[in-house]
């Protein structure tokens, strides 16, 4: 099981963001994925959920509204859609093959992650 996750980077406070996830070594539908941050100093915080089955998605109350999680089967690729970024957003975003059925859960295999920093 390998996560590459990409497409980090600076941004101004307003814009936004396209992060990708490529994974191999098993089918991103075929597992609840999710992406989880970790800004400096602090945990890991859960972000947002797509599930196994029927591709259900969740959100942290603090991107519902901004983000969009989304998953490529064809390119078994999962994406993190980060529109109206704020200073706060600015952390290491990871992408996250779930090991646990609780939707908030940051248990599971990760990628290196990619660095997004919101600031002017």
């Known amino acids: 099981v390998r996560l590459v996750e990409s497409g980090g980077g600076l941004v101004q406070p307003g814009g936004s963001l396209r992060l990708s996830c490529a994974a191999s070594g098993f089918p991103v539908a075929a597992s609840a994925m999710s992406w989880v941050r970790q800004a400096p100093g602090q945990d890991l915080e859960w972000v947002s959920r797509?599930?196994?089955?029927?591709?259900?998605?969740t959100y942290a109350d603090s991107v519902k509204g901004r983000f969009t999680i989304s998953r490529d089967n064809a390119k078994n690729t999962l994406y993190l859609q980060m529109n109206a970024l704020k200073p706060e957003d600015t952390a290491v975003y990871f992408c996250l093959k779930v090991d646990s059925f609780i939707v908030t859960s940051t248990a599971g295999i990760r990628g290196q992650g990619t660095q997004v920093t919101v600031s002017s």
């Open positions: 797509i599930s196994r089955v029927g591709g259900t998605t």
